[in-house]
């Protein structure tokens, strides 16, 4: 039975958009009910609270309420908050439908977020890249979708790595897609994202390779993180000096500002190390390794203790939002 308050993970209990094991796909559709994202919904009109009545819109074509809840049929949670113009599904079906007819039994992984307010869902449509030496990157297209509104249902481009969970999410959809669509149309959103996939995956391919191919060695990352987590600066401390004169002076570093910054070099380079076990050589690491060993710290570990199930989430949120600075810079700093 799924958990409803909290996220709901694919069948194998892995984590979200990671493969379980290669080569287990399915329809969206077994996938999606076997997650727990096929309940249904209904959009009750919202009342005024003090006497109950319910505000009409009488503006345009019929008489509609002109706010409505989105509500689950099974637990009676509200799942987000509309005008009464919003379009309703009555469950994310249609979003299977669409990925089914688009890429056939090709779904590995569904996220419920919440109490199903958002959903995500990942096909594989391509052949993994290889990179040498066992590190390989698989090549995905992420379904996002909601009940309340926040994203829009569209399909981005996602690249995940067999070794670790990290995810690299395209900023920008693939496409957004209409929640119904002829046959016609389907042929050419599926022609479009093929096109569009096929290019991003080149890029991240091109991308990863240059950085594998570039030697990185242990005193150039220790310098990496030293730039991306600078020695704290001392306070200035204003002050009268002898003559009666406003002067600024440094306060002393604080231990706790320090235990900060070096607790994030600790976490990024104990990513570096098991980057190191398992794909470095007698040379060391190379630019990918530093990269992967950043942004996966940064996805995962940095960041404020909250429960195991809550950091997933989190991850694969800061992965689907691209709010990951210290990866970027990283990106920026290893391809000079």
């Known amino acids: 039975m799924v958990s409803l308050d909290r996220i709901s993970w694919t069948k194998t209990g892995e984590h979200p958009i990671l493969v379980g094991k290669r080569g287990e796909t399915q329809s969206a559709r077994q996938t999606m009910a076997e997650g727990g994202a096929l309940f249904n919904v209904h959009y009750p009109a919202a009342t005024v609270e003090h006497d109950q009545t319910v505000p009409m819109d009488e503006r345009g074509e019929g008489v509609r309420p002109l706010y409505k809840w989105v509500q689950r049929v099974d637990t009676g949670d509200i799942l987000g908050f509309h005008s009464g113009k919003y379009p309703e599904s009555g469950?994310?079906?249609?979003?299977?439908?669409?990925?089914?007819?688009?890429?056939?039994?090709?779904?590995?992984?569904?996220t419920v977020f919440g109490r199903g307010e958002r959903m995500a869902l990942t096909q594989t449509i391509s052949d993994p890249?290889?990179?040498?030496?066992?590190?390989?990157?698989?090549?995905?297209?992420?379904?996002?979708t909601s009940m309340n509104g926040q994203w829009s249902t569209s399909v981005h481009s996602m690249h995940s790595r067999f070794f670790c969970t990290n995810q690299l999410v395209g900023n920008?959809?693939?496409?957004?897609?209409?929640?119904?669509?002829?046959?016609?149309?389907?042929?050419?959103?599926?022609?479009?994202?093929?096109?569009?996939?096929?290019?991003?995956?080149?890029?991240?391919?091109?991308?990863?390779?240059?950085?594998?191919?570039?030697?990185?060695?242990?005193?150039?990352?220790?310098?990496?993180?030293?730039?991306?987590?600078?020695?704290?600066?001392?306070?200035?401390?204003?002050?009268?000096?002898?003559?009666?004169?406003?002067?600024?002076?440094?306060?002393?570093?604080?231990?706790?500002?320090?235990?900060?910054?070096?607790?994030?070099?600790?976490?990024?380079?104990?990513?570096?190390?098991?980057?190191?076990?398992?794909?470095?050589?007698?040379?060391?690491?190379?630019?990918?390794?530093?990269?992967?060993?950043?942004?996966?710290?940064?996805?995962?570990?940095?960041?404020?203790?909250?429960?195991?199930?809550?950091?997933?989430?989190?991850?694969?949120?800061?992965?689907?939002?691209?709010k990951t600075p210290l990866a970027d810079r990283t990106l920026e700093l290893l391809a000079v």
Not at 95 to 110: E, G, M, Q, R
Not at 235 to 245: E, S, V, W, Y
């Open 172 to 322: 920008i959809p693939l496409m957004k897609v209409k929640h119904t669509l002829n046959h016609a149309q389907h042929l050419e959103v599926r022609r479009q994202i093929l096109l569009e996939h096929m290019e991003s995956s080149d890029a991240v391919a091109r991308m990863a390779q240059a950085l594998s191919d570039q030697k990185f060695a242990d005193d150039e990352f220790k310098g990496l993180i030293k730039n991306l987590f600078p020695d704290p600066k001392p306070k200035m401390i204003a002050t009268a000096d002898h003559l009666g004169q406003i002067v600024e002076i440094p306060q002393e570093v604080s231990e706790v500002r320090w235990d900060r910054v070096l607790d994030k070099r600790r976490i990024v380079t104990e990513r570096w190390s098991g980057e190191l076990e398992k794909f470095g050589s007698d040379g060391g690491g190379t630019r990918w390794l530093a990269y992967n060993a950043v942004q996966g710290a940064e996805q995962h570990d940095l960041g404020e203790e909250v429960p195991t199930e809550k950091r997933r989430e989190r991850s694969f949120l800061r992965a689907i939002g691209t």
């Open 129 to 144: 890249i290889s990179l040498g030496g066992g590190d390989e990157i698989q090549p995905q297209i992420l379904w996002l």
């Open 91 to 110: 469950n994310y079906g249609y979003l299977a439908d669409t990925a089914d007819f688009l890429f056939p039994d090709s779904a590995d992984s569904v």
